[in-house]
């Protein structure tokens, strides 16, 4: 069974900082891409960030670029994949609840939400004035 899961979010200041993890384990994740994607009420998802399997690439929407960073750490067996989100400088129109991604693939030519074939169940992060 495939699993997703993400850490909790919470609630930060305007300014600080806060790290999602997201464990993906159930099937080898080898070859595919991982992402980060936000969503707030009313609104499209839309990808934050993303990696590929080996971490050597990764893409950021410019909204995050310089702020946010993605990392990846793979299992040696391939059993178990970990994604992180730092996210740093954060302001108020960072919150949303974000999801965790997984897609088939190495290409990072198709990141967009309807490409992704395993989600996590989302975790709420809220950045106060």
């Known amino acids: 069974q495939v699993q997703l899961v993400e850490s909790p979010g919470g609630l930060v200041q305007a300014g600080g900082s806060l790290r999602l993890s997201c464990e993906a384990s159930?099937?080898?994740?080898?070859?595919?891409?991982m992402g980060w994607f936000r969503q707030t009420l009313g609104q499209e998802r839309e990808l934050v960030a993303a990696i590929t399997w080996e971490g050597d690439r990764t893409e950021l929407a410019d909204s995050v670029r310089g702020r946010f960073t993605i990392i990846r750490n793979n299992a040696k067996d391939d059993t178990k994949n970990t994604i992180f989100l730092q996210m740093n400088m954060l302001k108020p129109e960072d919150t949303a609840v974000y999801y965790c991604a997984a897609r088939k693939g190495v290409s990072m030519a198709q990141l967009g939400p309807t490409y992704f074939d395993y989600w996590g169940q989302g975790t709420r992060v809220t950045v106060s004035t």
């Open positions: 159930g099937r080898p994740f080898s070859w595919h891409v």
